[in-house]
């Protein structure tokens, strides 16, 4: 809305043609997201701790974790999606069709979080909504996020699969796109889920992520930096960086609440949303493997739930002594801050790999 007045007005005060640059208007949708996140933020933690909006701690695990976060404020996504919206709707160009898939893909699932948060605060019990209920709730999101992106995204090489690493190795998936982007979109939401189970664990990660792709977008979007790249161009994606930056922004002002100890966690509001949102920015710039990568951690705690789940349903034995792995080394004595810290640094490793396949081709 303010880039499209800003910008209205550049015939009578040329100054304000700074605003038409991507980069300049990045910038400033990380340091508003920020702002606003800082600002809604305090207010919002004692509204919520007055009125006792506070999610279930899970009994099996440590006793200690279980003390320390009880009485915790949870629906930490509220702060960060308003941070999001109302930075995105500020500086993006409204027009862009990929910035409303962002939007609906955000709030959405978002939405969706928010009544698993909810049924979980009312019950008090850390099951919240049904999961075939969670999962045909994300199915649906996704399915209308694909049918968007198909219909009206004008988006030529949307059924490509791009593969780091190589320059030419492209798989065109056909109808096959469809079942992988509801693969990615729901995978990606369910796995920060699962990640975010510490104080400030997921909210690093999902920053680095968003901004490793604030690049990739600008970059793909911009002809003359992905043909040095040997990358796809793909016209408008660039101003997906604008939603990309607020993410970033939002991250940045939430952990301040949630670095340990948390004042506030995000919830599942918060991490659906998010895990969505990256989901369906890397399927609109093809880079979905590369997600894969810079959100190893991401991956990495999804897997060990699996093979939790397999091992307990087949042999009867658990692999790892409690799923997600972060509970693990909870349960192995690992302080807190330990474990998140190393889990940043792994974090903040995979990113760098994943941006190295940018120029590795």
């Not at 087949?314 to 330990?338: D, N, Q, Y």
């Amino acid at each position: 809305m303010l880039f499209s007045f800003l910008t209205s007005l550049v015939d009578t005060f040329s100054y304000l043609n700074v605003f038409k640059y991507l980069t300049f208007r990045t910038g400033l949708s990380v340091i508003t997201s920020l702002i606003i996140v800082f600002i809604i933020g305090g207010p919002l933690i004692k509204v919520f701790s007055k009125n006792q909006i506070a999610g279930p701690i899970r009994r099996d695990g440590p006793i200690d974790h279980i003390v320390k976060k009880s009485g915790t404020p949870t629906m930490g996504g509220i702060i960060i999606i308003i941070g999001m919206i109302s930075t995105t709707l500020l500086w993006a160009d409204l027009k862009n069709i990929y910035v409303w898939t962002l939007i609906f893909v955000s709030l959405s699932l978002g939405l969706l979080g928010f009544l698993d948060d909810l049924l979980k605060i009312k019950y008090e019990n850390s099951i919240g909504l049904n999961s075939k209920l969670k999962f045909l709730g994300q199915l649906i999101i996704g399915l209308v996020t694909v049918f968007v992106l198909i219909k009206f995204s004008g988006h030529q090489y949307l059924y490509n699969l791009y593969f780091p690493f190589f320059k030419n190795f492209i798989v065109y998936m056909g109808i096959f796109f469809i079942p992988f982007a509801l693969f990615v979109i729901i995978g990606s939401s369910n796995a920060v889920n699962l990640t975010d189970g510490l104080d400030g664990l997921a909210t690093v990660p999902v920053m680095l992520v968003a901004l490793s792709f604030t690049l990739i977008s600008y970059v793909v979007g911009n002809t003359i930096f992905s043909e040095y790249l040997h990358l796809q161009y793909i016209p408008d994606v660039g101003e997906i960086s604008i939603f990309c930056g607020s993410i970033v922004g939002s991250c940045l002002g939430f952990l301040w609440y949630n670095a340990p100890p948390a004042k506030i966690f995000m919830g599942d509001t918060g991490s659906l949303s998010l895990g969505g949102s990256l989901a369906a920015v890397a399927i609109i710039v093809k880079h979905e493997i590369v997600l894969a990568i810079i959100g190893g951690l991401f991956v990495l705690e999804t897997i060990s739930v699996i093979i939790q789940v397999i091992s307990f349903k087949l042999t009867g034995k658990r692999v790892f002594m409690m799923a997600p792995i972060h509970h693990h080394f909870e349960k192995k004595g690992w302080a807190e801050s330990t474990i998140v810290i190393r889990f940043w640094i792994i974090a903040i490793i995979l990113a760098l790999i994943g941006l190295a396949t940018l120029k590795l081709r």
